[in-house]
Nanobody, 123 residues
């Protein structure tokens, strides 16, 4: 497994941008597909974005398409989530996840999880 630590959350206003980072340590980061999930208060955890181990394939939830971008830097063992045009409904705890199978992340699972970082968007 890899150990994951998220950072970059905070309080912003609607329309602002924020970039989340997820630093990985442990086993070889580059073989893992990575994903960002979020849990909105009172709702089930949902997939926000995923990226395969090469960085060449990505997938997004419809609610964030065109606003959020997932990327990774395998040299830095880090995956990012650039969030633009934030809305109040993006307020959630955001989690980073890793799995050796991209399909597992797409299905909502993951081998390793971070502790989460709070993003609050005021309207």
């Amino acid at each position: 497994q890899v150990q994951l630590v998220e950072s970059g959350g905070g309080l912003v206003q609607a329309g602002d941008s924020l970039r989340l980072s997820c630093a990985a340590s442990g086993r070889t980061f580059s073989i893992y597909a990575m994903g960002w999930f979020r849990r909105i208060a009172g709702k089930e955890r949902e997939l926000v974005a995923t990226i395969d181990w090469t960085g060449g394939s990505t997938r997004y939830a419809d609610s964030v398409k065109g606003r959020f971008t997932i990327s990774r830097d395998n040299a830095k063992n880090t995956v990012y989530l650039q969030m633009n045009s934030l809305k109040a409904e993006d307020t959630a705890v955001y989690y980073c996840a890793a799995d050796r199978a991209w399909s597992t992340l797409v299905g909502g699972g993951g081998e390793s999880w971070g502790q989460g970082t709070q993003v609050t968007v005021s309207s």
